[in-house]
């Protein structure tokens, strides 16, 4: 596993943990923690893409990053 692979697990495992624990009802989709691990967890797979130079999941990624960052601004 290269350093770069590890970064996206990192980044996909985090999405994919707030994912998880939302179908679960144990955090809430507007919870501060959900809005977090969505941010971080599309940010680090979004870097990772740009690491391998995959530009569609640098754009999917992206962007749910850039949605994550609304649902913050607008929780705060």
């Known amino acids: ?3 770069t692979d590890l970064i996206g697990f990192i980044g996909v495992t985090t999405l994919l943990v707030a994912y998880f624990l939302n179908l679960r009802d144990i955090i809430k989709k507007d919870s501060l923690i959900y809005l977090l691990l ?3 967890g599309a940010g680090i797979a979004c870097f ?3 690491l391998l ?5 640098v754009i999917l990624e ?3 990053t850039i949605v994550s960052a609304f649902g913050l ?4």
């Open 48 to 50: 990772a893409s740009v």
């Open 53 to 57: 130079k995959y530009f569609p999941f």
């Open 73 to 76: 601004i607008t929780y705060f």
């Open 38 to 40: 969505n941010i971080s």
């Open 62 to 64: 992206g962007c749910w």
């Open 1 to 3: 596993m290269t350093q």
